[in-house]
């Protein structure tokens, strides 16, 4: 089986590879800059997600296609409303015409648990409609998807727009951690190389035409989170709460009422959420 995975040089995208390579799946990673993180075996096309040309070209002879390219972060699709709806709307609609030619067996779609809440901006309103077309295309045209809703993650790979890789960073480098917002916030954290493997475990049968949520099984207060980082590191960082600059995020959960429902997908063994962090921060360290 061949896999290609569009923005397979970043964060979960190419972790969700190297899953497929652990499986032997043969792998192609398409990205707008090389991976640093392929491995031997996968194959590497750099390209833009808007050039029709090229992305029709990688897709063909694949049988499954992710898509988890874009602007993913949600402050900077904020402040940048055209670049996101043109790469996260437009990009994938041209992936997902490439499939259509290509009778692709599955396309997998990288979405946010987001996705129906009244939060996110024009990030969750580019995934919206990316969840919408996709629906469209297997309407009328048959195709096989997948749509994964993700929760918080965190893990090796992360960039500093991660909370979790910025705020273990900042603890090392200043001796303390500052939050904006009062803590309270609920969040589901998932090590991503659960994540990963949860990506590529909705490959089989019981999950095509099907929108799937992947988040982790500990449910934590931001506060405790910041208090267990400071247990970890001795007691001896500083916690700092400021007003919220922002209402972007949600409080306690994602969901506003909605009639279309997605699964949620447990994986039989994880990272625990202190294992993981202490393995995080001596990566960072």
């Avoid at 031997?40 to 090229?54: A, E, S």
């Avoid at 602007?71 to 992936?95: C, F, M, R």
């Avoid at 995934?127 to 998807?145: D, F, M, T």
Wanted: contains cysteine; neutral net charge.
């Amino acid at each position: 089986m061949k896999a290609i995975v569009f923005g397979g040089s970043g964060f979960l995208g190419s972790h969700v590879a190297d899953a497929l390579t652990a499986l032997d799946y043969e792998v192609t990673v398409f990205d707008m800059r090389q991976s640093p993180y392929l491995q031997r075996g996968q194959k590497m096309i750099v390209g833009n997600i808007l050039d029709r040309d090229v992305v029709n070209t990688a897709v063909a002879n694949h049988d499954v296609v992710y898509n988890f390219a874009g602007v993913a972060d949600i402050q900077k699709a904020h402040e940048n409303p055209i670049a996101t709806v043109s790469n996260n709307i437009l990009g994938n609609t041209l992936i997902l015409e490439a499939c259509r030619l290509h009778k692709i067996k599955r396309f997998v779609f990288a979405s946010t648990i987001y996705v129906y809440s009244n939060t996110g901006s024009f990030y969750r309103s580019s995934k919206q409609s990316c969840e919408l077309i996709i629906e469209n295309y297997h309407e009328v045209y048959g195709l096989p998807y997948t749509i994964l809703r993700y929760g918080s993650l965190y893990g090796p790979r992360a960039d500093d727009t991660n909370w979790i890789r910025k705020t273990l960073k900042q603890a090392i480098t200043e001796g303390k951690i500052t939050r904006y917002g009062n803590g309270d916030e609920l969040r589901e954290y998932i090590h991503v190389e659960d994540a990963a493997k949860c990506s590529v475990a909705i490959l089989v049968d019981n999950f095509v035409n099907q929108s799937v949520i992947i988040t982790g099984q500990q449910s934590m207060k931001v506060r405790d989170v910041m208090v267990m980082i400071r247990e970890i590191l001795g007691n001896k960082i500083e916690l700092e709460f400021l007003p919220a600059d922002s209402d972007l995020h949600y409080q306690i959960t994602p969901y506003t009422f909605s009639p279309k429902i997605a699964r949620r997908l447990v994986p039989n063994s994880y990272l625990d959420l202190g294992q993981g962090l202490l393995k995080y921060l001596e990566e960072i360290y």
